[in-house]
T-cell receptor
Protein backbone atom coordinates (compact mmCIF):
# COMPACT_ATOMS: atom_id res chain seq x y z
CA UNK A 1 0.00 0.00 0.00
CA UNK A 2 1.19 3.52 -0.81
CA UNK A 3 1.89 5.60 2.29
CA UNK A 4 2.54 9.17 3.29
CA UNK A 5 6.07 9.36 4.68
CA UNK A 6 7.05 11.87 7.36
CA UNK A 7 10.51 12.60 8.70
CA UNK A 8 11.76 12.77 11.34
CA UNK A 9 9.45 10.62 13.47
CA UNK A 10 10.74 12.25 16.65
CA UNK A 11 12.51 15.55 17.27
CA UNK A 12 13.72 17.01 20.55
CA UNK A 13 15.36 20.42 20.50
CA UNK A 14 15.80 23.53 22.57
CA UNK A 15 13.63 26.58 22.30
CA UNK A 16 14.81 29.10 19.75
CA UNK A 17 16.09 26.45 17.34
CA UNK A 18 14.76 26.03 13.83
CA UNK A 19 12.72 22.89 13.21
CA UNK A 20 12.00 21.45 9.77
CA UNK A 21 9.52 18.64 9.23
CA UNK A 22 9.22 16.88 5.89
CA UNK A 23 6.45 15.00 4.17
CA UNK A 24 6.40 12.87 1.04
CA UNK A 25 2.79 12.62 -0.17
CA UNK A 26 1.45 9.60 -2.00
CA UNK A 27 2.37 9.68 -5.68
CA UNK A 28 -0.47 11.16 -7.69
CA UNK A 29 -2.09 12.96 -4.77
CA UNK A 30 -2.52 16.67 -5.48
CA UNK A 31 -3.64 17.99 -2.10
CA UNK A 32 -1.43 18.06 0.99
CA UNK A 33 -2.45 19.01 4.52
CA UNK A 34 -0.52 19.82 7.69
CA UNK A 35 -2.18 19.18 11.06
CA UNK A 36 -1.10 19.61 14.65
CA UNK A 37 -2.40 17.33 17.39
CA UNK A 38 -2.27 18.12 21.12
CA UNK A 39 -4.18 16.79 24.09
CA UNK A 40 -5.73 20.18 24.78
CA UNK A 41 -6.68 21.30 21.27
CA UNK A 42 -7.13 18.01 19.48
CA UNK A 43 -6.46 17.97 15.74
CA UNK A 44 -5.95 21.41 14.16
CA UNK A 45 -5.52 22.13 10.47
CA UNK A 46 -2.49 24.37 10.00
CA UNK A 47 -2.26 24.68 6.22
CA UNK A 48 -3.03 22.94 2.99
CA UNK A 49 -1.93 22.93 -0.63
CA UNK A 50 -3.56 21.98 -3.88
CA UNK A 51 -1.30 21.32 -6.87
CA UNK A 52 1.56 22.76 -4.76
CA UNK A 53 -0.19 26.13 -4.31
CA UNK A 54 -1.02 27.18 -0.75
CA UNK A 55 -4.79 27.47 -0.35
CA UNK A 56 -5.32 28.07 3.32
CA UNK A 57 -2.82 28.73 6.07
CA UNK A 58 -5.17 30.52 8.42
CA UNK A 59 -4.56 27.96 11.15
CA UNK A 60 -0.84 28.63 11.25
CA UNK A 61 0.95 31.21 13.45
CA UNK A 62 2.57 33.10 10.59
CA UNK A 63 5.22 34.87 12.60
CA UNK A 64 7.11 31.64 13.21
CA UNK A 65 5.61 28.93 11.01
CA UNK A 66 6.00 28.47 7.28
CA UNK A 67 4.85 25.73 4.93
CA UNK A 68 6.07 25.10 1.40
CA UNK A 69 5.96 22.54 -1.39
CA UNK A 70 9.23 22.81 -3.33
CA UNK A 71 8.01 20.04 -5.64
CA UNK A 72 5.18 17.54 -5.91
CA UNK A 73 7.04 14.94 -3.85
CA UNK A 74 7.99 17.09 -0.88
CA UNK A 75 6.14 19.31 1.58
CA UNK A 76 7.91 21.07 4.44
CA UNK A 77 6.75 22.72 7.64
CA UNK A 78 9.25 24.98 9.41
CA UNK A 79 9.17 26.60 12.81
CA UNK A 80 11.63 29.40 13.52
CA UNK A 81 12.17 30.18 16.32
CA UNK A 82 10.60 27.24 18.13
CA UNK A 83 8.88 27.61 21.49
CA UNK A 84 7.84 25.05 24.14
CA UNK A 85 4.16 25.58 23.25
CA UNK A 86 4.92 24.18 19.79
CA UNK A 87 5.42 20.73 21.33
CA UNK A 88 2.89 18.45 19.64
CA UNK A 89 2.53 15.72 17.04
CA UNK A 90 2.50 17.14 13.51
CA UNK A 91 0.74 15.14 10.83
CA UNK A 92 0.88 15.41 7.08
CA UNK A 93 -1.94 14.01 4.97
CA UNK A 94 -2.46 13.79 1.23
CA UNK A 95 -5.41 13.16 -1.04
CA UNK A 96 -6.42 13.06 -4.66
CA UNK A 97 -8.90 15.88 -5.07
CA UNK A 98 -11.83 15.51 -2.67
CA UNK A 99 -11.11 11.86 -1.89
CA UNK A 100 -10.49 10.84 1.76
CA UNK A 101 -7.16 11.89 3.18
CA UNK A 102 -4.28 9.51 3.89
CA UNK A 103 -2.22 10.39 6.94
CA UNK A 104 1.43 9.86 7.72
CA UNK A 105 2.54 8.55 11.12
CA UNK A 106 3.48 12.02 12.33
CA UNK A 107 6.47 13.85 13.76
CA UNK A 108 6.48 14.01 17.55
CA UNK A 109 8.09 17.33 18.42
CA UNK A 110 9.34 18.29 21.88
CA UNK A 111 10.70 21.79 22.47
CA UNK A 112 12.61 22.09 25.75
CA UNK B 1 -20.29 27.14 10.50
CA UNK B 2 -19.91 23.44 9.88
CA UNK B 3 -18.96 21.33 12.89
CA UNK B 4 -18.86 17.84 14.37
CA UNK B 5 -19.66 16.89 17.95
CA UNK B 6 -18.81 13.48 19.32
CA UNK B 7 -19.11 11.93 22.74
CA UNK B 8 -16.26 12.56 25.11
CA UNK B 9 -14.16 9.69 26.25
CA UNK B 10 -12.57 7.70 27.39
CA UNK B 11 -14.97 4.86 26.78
CA UNK B 12 -14.01 1.63 28.54
CA UNK B 13 -15.65 -1.67 27.62
CA UNK B 14 -15.00 -5.34 28.13
CA UNK B 15 -14.12 -7.54 25.19
CA UNK B 16 -17.17 -8.71 23.19
CA UNK B 17 -19.31 -5.80 24.44
CA UNK B 18 -21.48 -3.73 22.10
CA UNK B 19 -20.03 -0.36 21.15
CA UNK B 20 -21.73 2.89 20.27
CA UNK B 21 -19.88 6.18 19.84
CA UNK B 22 -22.25 9.07 19.20
CA UNK B 23 -21.58 11.72 16.56
CA UNK B 24 -23.77 14.61 15.43
CA UNK B 25 -22.99 17.24 12.87
CA UNK B 26 -23.97 20.75 11.84
CA UNK B 27 -23.62 21.63 8.18
CA UNK B 28 -25.10 23.92 5.56
CA UNK B 29 -25.87 21.58 2.71
CA UNK B 30 -25.21 17.87 2.39
CA UNK B 31 -21.84 16.74 3.69
CA UNK B 32 -20.00 13.47 3.31
CA UNK B 33 -19.42 11.82 6.69
CA UNK B 34 -16.45 9.79 7.89
CA UNK B 35 -15.08 7.84 10.80
CA UNK B 36 -11.31 7.76 11.17
CA UNK B 37 -9.36 5.62 13.65
CA UNK B 38 -5.98 6.41 15.20
CA UNK B 39 -3.99 3.55 16.76
CA UNK B 40 -1.22 4.41 19.26
CA UNK B 41 1.80 6.00 17.61
CA UNK B 42 0.16 6.18 14.19
CA UNK B 43 -1.68 8.64 12.00
CA UNK B 44 -5.40 8.61 11.34
CA UNK B 45 -6.81 5.97 9.01
CA UNK B 46 -10.14 6.09 7.24
CA UNK B 47 -12.43 3.49 8.84
CA UNK B 48 -15.64 4.07 6.90
CA UNK B 49 -17.61 6.72 5.10
CA UNK B 50 -21.07 7.62 3.81
CA UNK B 51 -21.78 10.21 1.16
CA UNK B 52 -25.55 10.65 1.27
CA UNK B 53 -28.53 10.27 3.56
CA UNK B 54 -29.44 6.71 4.61
CA UNK B 55 -26.11 5.36 3.34
CA UNK B 56 -24.45 2.86 5.67
CA UNK B 57 -20.68 2.75 5.84
CA UNK B 58 -19.09 -0.44 7.13
CA UNK B 59 -15.62 -1.87 7.65
CA UNK B 60 -13.95 -4.35 10.03
CA UNK B 61 -17.26 -5.01 11.79
CA UNK B 62 -17.92 -1.31 12.40
CA UNK B 63 -21.00 0.39 10.94
CA UNK B 64 -22.44 3.89 10.81
CA UNK B 65 -25.60 5.14 9.10
CA UNK B 66 -25.98 8.66 7.73
CA UNK B 67 -29.16 10.00 9.39
CA UNK B 68 -30.17 13.32 7.88
CA UNK B 69 -33.25 13.71 10.06
CA UNK B 70 -31.21 13.56 13.27
CA UNK B 71 -27.95 14.89 11.73
CA UNK B 72 -26.12 11.92 13.20
CA UNK B 73 -23.53 9.33 12.18
CA UNK B 74 -23.13 7.07 15.22
CA UNK B 75 -20.44 4.39 15.12
CA UNK B 76 -21.41 0.86 16.21
CA UNK B 77 -19.81 -2.52 16.55
CA UNK B 78 -21.51 -5.62 17.83
CA UNK B 79 -18.57 -7.25 19.60
CA UNK B 80 -15.40 -5.29 20.29
CA UNK B 81 -11.91 -6.73 20.60
CA UNK B 82 -8.87 -5.57 22.55
CA UNK B 83 -7.30 -4.63 19.22
CA UNK B 84 -10.06 -2.03 18.69
CA UNK B 85 -8.54 0.13 21.43
CA UNK B 86 -7.78 3.42 19.69
CA UNK B 87 -9.03 6.97 19.26
CA UNK B 88 -12.00 7.38 16.92
CA UNK B 89 -12.71 10.61 15.04
CA UNK B 90 -15.98 11.55 13.41
CA UNK B 91 -15.56 13.98 10.50
CA UNK B 92 -17.34 15.69 7.65
CA UNK B 93 -16.49 17.37 4.39
CA UNK B 94 -18.62 19.40 2.09
CA UNK B 95 -18.79 18.24 -1.50
CA UNK B 96 -16.24 19.90 -3.75
CA UNK B 97 -14.25 20.89 -0.68
CA UNK B 98 -10.84 19.40 0.06
CA UNK B 99 -10.96 20.14 3.76
CA UNK B 100 -12.25 17.75 6.44
CA UNK B 101 -13.68 18.97 9.72
CA UNK B 102 -12.84 16.60 12.55
CA UNK B 103 -14.48 16.06 15.92
CA UNK B 104 -12.30 16.03 19.02
CA UNK B 105 -11.95 12.26 19.08
CA UNK B 106 -13.15 9.56 21.47
CA UNK B 107 -10.61 7.31 23.15
CA UNK B 108 -11.75 3.69 23.42
CA UNK B 109 -10.24 1.17 25.83
CA UNK B 110 -11.17 -2.48 25.53
CA UNK B 111 -10.37 -4.68 28.52
CA UNK B 112 -9.61 -8.39 28.02
Amino acid sequence: DARVTQTPRHKVTEMGQEVTMRCQPILGHNTVFWYRQTMMQGLELLAYFRNRAPLDDSGMPKDRFSAEMPDATLATLKIQPSEPRDSAVYFCASARGIQPQHFGDGTRLSIL
Amino acid sequence: GNSVTQMEGPVTLSEEAFLTINCTYTATGYPSLFWYVQYPGEGLQLLLKATKADDKGSNKGFEATYRKETTSFHLEKGSVQVSDSAVYFCALSMNRDDKIIFGKGTRLHILP
